[in-house]
T-cell receptor
Framework: DGGITQSPKYLFRKEGQNVTLSCEQN?????MYWYRQDPGQGLRLIYY???????QKGDIAEGYSVSREKKESFPLTVTSAQKNPTAFYLC?????????????????FGDGTRLSIL | SQKIEQNSEALNIQEGKTATLTCNYT??????LQWYRQDPGRGPVFLLL?????KEKRKERLKVTFDTTLKQSLFHITASQPADSATYLC????????????FGGGTRVLVKP
């Protein structure tokens, strides 16, 4: 079955530590996204990538970094500069529409990684 | 900036009744509006997409309306079942905001047998 796999499901970060969240998709989608979800709030976009080796900052990119070396993979690193990292992190992907943009395509989500501070 | 409001209070409804959720937005007019379902501890799952020039969209027991004058979308679940219990998120794609999806905070629905 095609889908998006996020790992680990739970992750704990120590003070001053960088941690990397994994996101892999086998849907052959061009675009991938990282969102952060806090209790009672909507998803907020951290970073997105529409093509391999290219990515753009979302609304809350500070304290995070990403890479897109392969079409299937879009890992997110939560750096020590992110002072409030405790949240539920969701990865998503979508395919290009006929016009070459992803604007009207639904997003397919993984089941998230819950990050907490030790 | 764009603001999207969904009722933060949970909607409790009796099995068999119709659940109606609202999604209100301000400022820019979206090109598309999407609805997702999210179960606890899981990622959202896409349900329906409606375009700015469409008034209504249906899929099985689900119906979405889109009123660009009122800046509002309504999401209906007819003949609701306990299995429909989940949080429902609306998401707007605004061309003026770089073609990115902006999500509302979601409304939790609890269908009682």
């Amino acid at each position: 079955d095609g889908g998006i796999t996020q790992s680990p499901k739970y992750l704990f970060r120590k003070e001053g530590q960088n941690v990397t969240l994994s996101c892999e998709q086998n849907l052959n989608h061009d675009a991938m996204y990282w969102y952060r979800q806090d209790p009672g709030q909507g998803l907020r976009l951290i970073y997105y990538s529409q093509i391999v080796n290219d990515f753009q900052k979302g609304d809350i990119a500070e304290g995070y970094s990403v890479s897109r070396e392969k079409k299937e993979s879009f890992p997110l690193t939560v750096t020590s500069a992110q002072k409030n990292p405790t949240a539920f992190y969701l990865c998503a992907s979508s395919k290009h529409s006929m016009g070459g943009t992803t604007s009207n395509q639904p997003q397919h989500f993984g089941d998230g990684t819950r990050l907490s501070i030790l | 900036s764009q603001k999207i409001e969904q009722n933060s209070e949970a909607l409790n409804i009796q099995e068999g009744k119709t659940a109606t959720l609202t999604c209100n937005y301000t400022n820019y007019s979206p090109a598309y509006l999407q609805w997702y379902r999210q179960d606890p501890g899981r990622g959202p799952v896409f349900l329906l997409l409606i375009r700015e020039n469409e008034k209504e969209k249906r899929k099985e027991r689900l119906k979405v309306t889109f009123d660009t004058t009122l800046k509002q979308s309504l999401f209906h679940i007819t003949a609701s079942q306990p299995a429909d219990s989940a949080t429902y998120l609306c998401a707007l794609l605004i061309k003026a905001a770089g073609n990115k999806l902006t999500f509302g905070g979601g409304t939790r629905v609890l269908v009682k047998p």
